[in-house]
């Protein structure tokens, strides 16, 4: 399985996305959409328990998720729009 996630891009957006959790949690109107999604809606997980998840993150565990989940074969394609270029993108990271 080809591992395109690598360790620095990984450790570059997991504090972003470490805020963007806490902020969604602290929030008194995301709360109330948190409890009644977690009262209505099987499978939902509140942004408490999504912080904590990626406060502990990898990119050892990512991978092996992602072979676990995806593992019988399976294609993903996104598309990623900036203004950057890959070179700048690159030096930004290093």
């Known amino acids: 399985m080809l591992q395109v996630l690598e360790q ?3 450790l570059f957006f997991l ?8 902020n969604r949690f602290v929030d008194p109107m995301n ?5 009644e999604g977690a009262a209505t809606l099987e499978g939902f997980h509140l942004d408490v328990d ?7 993150a ?7 998720f992602a072979r676990e989940l995806f593992g019988g074969g399976c294609f993903l394609q ?3 729009q900036g203004n950057l270029t890959l070179t700048e993108a690159e030096v930004k990271l290093n």
């Open 31 to 35: 709360l109330a959409k948190d409890l």
């Open 50 to 56: 999504l912080h904590g998840a990626v406060a502990v």
């Open 78 to 80: 996104g598309l990623a």
């Open 58 to 64: 990898t990119v050892g565990e990512v991978h092996r």
């Open 15 to 22: 504090p972003q996305a470490q805020r963007d959790y806490y």
């Open 8 to 10: 620095r891009p990984f």
